[in-house]
């Protein structure tokens, strides 16, 4: 598909306009001009709640992002990725992750065919099965009920189980263990491993392929880690695997009986999946009824974004504000704040979710692109980060743009230890804005060589994201807002924000390495002199050990 350049556009031009007629502008004033901003610029939905007041912005600068949404045809682009059409061109294939979540009864049609059927097949063995394991009618091997699941996987395969687990931990059976291994480094194996019985444990292999490296390593790994404890018998494989992947030949090839595959589809992109059977074990932690519950959120979400106006869409807003800093501003990270302990691996979820969907240098065209993409996702959950780098936010030479995600209620209350955590996310956003004037600093009796230091200009933008309470429906519902988010800028830039031909290629490069570092005979180098030296040294080292 060819996308109309974006900087030459009419549209990109009147905001360049703007931005320059805006130079200058700051919070402070935006807020003394309009005492209603701060309840004005505000919206609801699936249950959250965003107030994007504390942002550089003006109605004319949402109006004109809204322009430049519409004139880039992202609604017609969402509505085709609703409707199942391929809009991941690079690898022809459709872009469903919603039907993951979409309500028995409901039609989306792949190459003619109701996918959503085949959803709630997979959905309903994910359920029976959780509950056989998790009522102990599922045995291993010698008998035993499962205590132990342990997901194998990477990436997509893993990063979204992992934040799942943490985030709704609350909810998960505590009288069971669960744990990731995803690293080809064989301490994370060792680690998960060490002080579990095989006899009460289960793997399930994630991989979509099933032919990515360090699962299938770590795969074999806890074969032979199993058969070891099980006396070697192989039928005790069918008890302690199952496999969540689209490959049956491969899962078959590995020993894993195919009754016990739950299968996805190429229409599910990895970063995409934690809603598909590669979420199997945050139903065995949290139960089905919670799975469906999580869906529920992600659905609530997409009907919201399918359905809001343009004015109050959240994922459209917060994908615009962002593309104004990125593009604007040049700001080049954006910082995601969750005031939740249990939402400690969110951030890093969402690096791979926006960074590997929008990291593209290329249109769908195959054009350079001439302006910023994706920016550099990151954060840890506060208040941590105010004691770390919340100094470079507040006083440093950047911008960086910082979505703070609260919440109104504790799920483990605790002498009101909540309110002062909710207090600290409200005031970082309120000094980020404000910071302190020269005048302020004087008046506590600064001296005066001391005041430059301790002077915060303010002007630093924020989105804060609100809900209710951590529940499995909330993060459906969050997840979903960041994809969406995503889903925008991509579609403003007119890239593809769905393949990933960079994660290919270090798929790739490591196999050409692996015989260089095992060979028996030295091998004949045909690299770079760093490259040839590196290979050298480790070879030596071995050698030596
Ligand atoms: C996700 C990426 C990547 C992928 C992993 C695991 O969008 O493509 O992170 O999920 O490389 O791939 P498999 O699931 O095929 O093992």
């Known amino acids: 598909m060819s996308v109309p350049a974006l900087r030459s556009s009419p549209e990109w031009e009147a905001l360049a306009r703007h931005w320059r007629s805006l130079r200058g502008t700051t919070l402070k004033q935006l807020f003394d001009a309009d005492p209603q901003r701060g309840t004005r610029h505000v919206v609801q939905g699936a249950g959250l709640h965003l107030d994007y007041s504390k942002n550089l912005v003006t109605d004319e600068t ?6 430049l949404a519409r004139a880039r045809g992202v609604f017609e682009r969402r509505d085709a990725m609703f409707r199942g059409d391929k809009i991941n061109e690079t690898e022809k294939r459709a872009v469903l992750h919603v039907a993951l979540r979409a309500p028995r009864g409901e039609r989306i049609l792949v190459d003619g065919n109701d996918v959503v059927p085949e959803v709630h097949e997979v959905l309903d063995r994910m359920a029976a099965f959780s509950d056989k394991v998790r009522s102990g009618e599922w045995r291993g091997h010698s008998g035993k009920t499962i205590r132990n699941v342990i997901s194998i996987g990477i990436g997509g395969s893993d990063l979204g189980p992992v934040m799942a687990y943490e985030a709704l931990k609350h909810y998960s059976r505590r009288d069971m263990t669960f744990r990731f291994v995803s690293n080809v480094d064989p301490v994370d194996f060792v680690e998960a491993t060490g002080d579990l019985a095989a006899e009460e444990t289960l793997f399930i292999v994630c991989s979509k392929t099933f032919t990515t490296l360090e699962t299938l390593t770590n795969a074999h790994a806890a074969r032979d880690w199993c058969l070891e404890q099980l006396g070697g018998d192989e039928a005790a494989v069918s008890k302690h695997f199952v496999a969540v ?10 020993g894993i009986d195919t009754a016990n595959m ?12 934690m809603d598909s059977a590669i979420g199997l074990s945050t139903m065995l932690a949290i139960g089905p009824e919670g799975f469906r519950e999580m869906l529920a959120g992600f659905h609530a979400m997409d009907e919201h974004f399918k359905s809001a106006s343009p004015e109050r869409n959240l994922p459209l807003l917060m994908g615009l504000v962002s593309i104004w800093y990125n593009d604007f501003f040049g700001a080049q990270t954006v910082a995601v704040l969750p005031y939740a302990q249990y939402l400690k691996r969110f951030p890093a979820y969402l690096q791979q979710l926006t960074m590997e969907s929008n990291g593209k240098h290329v249109t769908l065209a195959g054009e350079r692109v001439d302006y910023a993409t994706g920016p550099i996702y990151w954060g840890e959950p506060g208040t941590n980060g105010q004691h770390s780098f919340y100094q470079l ?3 440093g030479t950047r911008l960086i743009p910082c979505d703070f995600i609260g919440f109104m209620h504790s799920l483990t209350p605790l002498h009101g ?8 996310l409200i005031a970082q956003t309120e000094a980020l804005a404000f910071g302190k004037t020269p005048a302020q600093v004087r008046a506590e009796g600064t001296p ?11 002007n630093r933008p924020t989105n804060t994201i609100l809900a209710e309470r951590l529940t499995p ?25 769905f393949d990933q031909w960079g994660v290919e290629l270090g798929k790739q490069l490591a196999n050409k390495v692996i015989p260089q570092l095992q060979d028996a005979k030295e091998p004949k180098l045909e690299h770079d002199s760093s490259t040839n030296a590196l290979i050298r040294r480790y070879r030596a080292a071995r050698g030596a050990n």
């Open 448 to 458: 005066e060589w001391l005041v430059p230091h301790r002077v915060c200009e303010g």
């Open 473 to 497: 429906h909330t993060l459906g519902a969050l997840v979903a807002l960041y994809e969406h988010s995503v889903f925008t800028q991509g579609a403003v830039w007119g890239i593809d924000s």
């Open 62 to 67: 949402l109006r004109l992002l809204r322009k």
């Open 245 to 254: 992947s689209t490959n049956a030949a491969e899962v078959g090839k590995f």
């Open 417 to 424: 230890q909540h309110d002062l955590l909710v207090a600290n």
């Open 393 to 395: 936010i507040h006083q």
């Open 262 to 273: 739950f299968g996805f589809w190429d229409w599910v992109g990895g970063r995409y999946s």
